[in-house]
C-alpha cells in the first residue's frame, strides 16, 4: 500500500469528523478528481469543528492592564547602540523575514494574489516590490542578504512563485527567498458540515495570521532556518507598503531588552481607529482588537495623563525563534468567524451566497503572543511606516497608500 489515504481510510476519517458527506459524489468523478478529493481530506484537519460545540472558542478576555511601549524619544537616544546591535546580528545570519502574502487582491478588484496589485502611477510597482525594495535597503546598510521566507496560500501559491520569478525577485537574490504553504482549516455551515467548493474539493480558507509558525514547520521550512543559525523573524503582512522590514534600531532594541517578541506599534489616529491595541492581558502580554475596546479602554489614562491604550499594532513582529518553539505544540484559541462561502447545492449548482451562511477557523498572532513572557512594543512614525492597503478608495487604500509614499519621496 502507498503512502497515500485510500477510500476506506478516507471514509473512516470522514465519519469520526461526521462529515460523510463529502464523498457522496465520489463515485461520479474522473481518476485525477478521486486523487485530488482523497489527498484533501488527508491533509484537512476536521478537529477545528468541534470547537463549534464547545462554543465560539477564545473569546473570554483576562483583566486588561496597560503595557507601556519603547516611544520616540527613547529610541532616538538610543538609535545608535540598537541599531550597531541589530547590524550585527544581521550579518551573522541569525535574522530571517517573513512574509505573509496567503491573501488575494478581492477588496482592490482584482482576482491575483494581494502582492502583484500595482499601486505605479506613472510606472509599474507592485505590493511586492515595494516590500522587497524596503528590505533591500537594509540589505545595502548591513552588506548582508537576509533570508526571506514568503508564505503563500493554496489559492495563490503558484501565481506568486511565478510572478516573483518572472520579476527576479525585484533584485532580491534568489537563494534567499524561501516558499512555503500556509495550512488551511474547512469552512462549514452552522450545523458543522463542511461545505463543497466542487464535487472533489472541500471549502477551505487559510487558517488566520497565528498559523505561520506551525506551517512553516510543517514545511520544513522553520528547521532550515533554526539550522542556518536564524534565531529571530521578523514576521509582516504583505499590505503595508511603507514597513521598514528586519529593521536593525528593531531589532537591536529587541535583543537589548532580551524579549520573545517586538511589536511595532503607531499612535492611533483616534481613539476608535480600528486597529488592536497592545496591552497586557492576566500579567502577559496580549492584544485587544479594535471591536473589543470598551469606552472605560478608551477613556483610561496612564501616569502621564495621556490615553493607556493609544499604541496600536500594524501586524509587524519580531519574534525569537526560542520562544515560537516553546510554544508550537500549544493549540491557540481557533476564532470562529462568520463569512459568505461560495458552496455546491445537492443539484450540484454553484451558489454565491449575498448573506453570512456558516464559519471559517482562524487563528490569530495576538494568540502567539499571549502565549510569550515578554512584548517591547516599540513606537513607529506613522506617516512613514504604516500605509496599509485594504480598500481601493478612502481610508487605507490604494489612495492613501500612494500620498504616503509620495510624501516619502518613493516614486510611483
Not at 523575514?97 to 477588496?107: E, F, K, P, S, W
Not at 522553520?222 to 503582512?237: H, P, R, S, T, Y
Not at 503572543?369 to 492597503?389: G, M, Q, T, W
Amino acid at each position: 500500500m502507498g503512502m497515500d489515504m485510500n477510500y476506506e481510510q478516507a471514509l473512516e476519517k470522514l465519519a469520526r469528523a461526521g462529515q460523510e458527506h463529502v464523498m457522496e459524489r465520489y463515485e461520479e468523478l474522473g481518476k485525477e478528481q478521486k486523487e485530488l478529493l482523497l489527498a484533501q481530506i488527508e491533509a484537512t484537519d476536521f478537529s477545528v469543528l468541534a470547537s463549534l460545540k464547545h462554543g465560539k472558542g477564545g473569546n473570554a478576555r483576562g483583566v486588561i492592564a496597560p503595557l507601556a511601549a519603547m516611544e520616540l524619544p527613547q529610541i532616538r537616544h538610543e538609535e545608535g547602540r540598537f541599531r550597531a546591535l541589530g547590524l550585527d546580528a544581521i550579518r551573522q545570519g541569525k535574522v530571517g523575514a517573513v512574509l505573509l502574502a496567503g491573501g488575494m487582491g478581492t477588496r482592490l478588484g482584482s482576482d491575483d494574489p494581494k502582492g502583484m496589485y500595482n499601486i505605479g502611477v506613472t510606472k509599474e510597482v507592485y505590493i511586492f516590490q515595494r516590500l522587497i525594495e524596503n528590505l533591500m535597503q537594509v540589505v545595502e546598510e548591513a552588506e548582508a542578504f537576509i533570508p526571506l521566507y514568503v508564505m503563500t496560500s493554496d489559492k495563490n501559491h503558484h501565481a506568486t512563485v511565478e510572478f516573483l520569478k518572472e520579476h527576479g525577485y525585484f533584485g532580491y537574490r534568489e537563494e534567499f527567498v524561501t516558499f512555503f504553504m500556509q495550512e488551511m482549516a474547512p469552512a462549514c455551515d452552522y450545523e458543522g458540515k463542511v461545505y463543497m467548493e466542487e464535487p472533489w474539493k472541500i471549502s477551505t480558507s487559510p487558517n488566520g495570521n497565528g498559523g505561520w509558525y506551525t506551517s512553516m514547520y510543517k514545511w520544513g521550512v522553520a528547521q532550515k532556518a533554526m539550522e542556518d543559525g536564524v534565531e529571530w523573524l521578523n514576521v509582516f503582512a504583505v499590505d503595508n507598503v511603507l514597513q521598514r522590514i528586519a529593521d536593525p534600531c528593531f531589532v537591536g532594541a529587541a535583543i537589548d531588552r532580551q524579549c520573545d517578541v517586538g511589536a511595532k506599534v503607531v499612535h492611533k489616529c483616534a481613539p476608535d481607529e480600528k486597529i488592536g491595541v497592545i496591552c497586557l492581558e492576566d500579567g502577559r502580554p496580549s492584544i485587544v482588537e479594535y471591536y473589543e475596546l470598551t469606552e472605560e479602554l478608551m477613556n483610561t489614562k496612564d501616569e502621564k495623563g495621556e490615553p493607556a491604550y493609544s499604541f496600536g499594532v500594524i501586524l509587524n513582529y519580531l519574534f525569537r525563534i526560542a520562544g515560537l518553539e516553546k510554544i508550537r505544540e500549544k493549540n491557540l484559541p481557533l476564532h470562529v468567524v462568520e463569512k459568505k462561502i461560495p458552496y455546491i447545492d445537492a443539484q450540484g449548482n454553484h451558489i454565491k451566497p449575498q448573506e453570512p451562511n456558516g464559519y471559517k477557523f482562524e487563528q490569530l498572532v495576538l494568540d502567539m503572543i499571549h502565549e510569550l513572557d515578554s512584548c517591547l512594543p516599540y513606537e513607529v512614525e506613522r506617516n512613514k511606516e504604516f500605509a496599509p492597503i485594504k480598500n481601493k478608495t478612502g481610508i487605507d487604500s490604494v489612495e492613501s497608500a500612494r500620498a504616503l509614499c509620495k510624501e516619502n519621496g518613493i516614486l510611483l
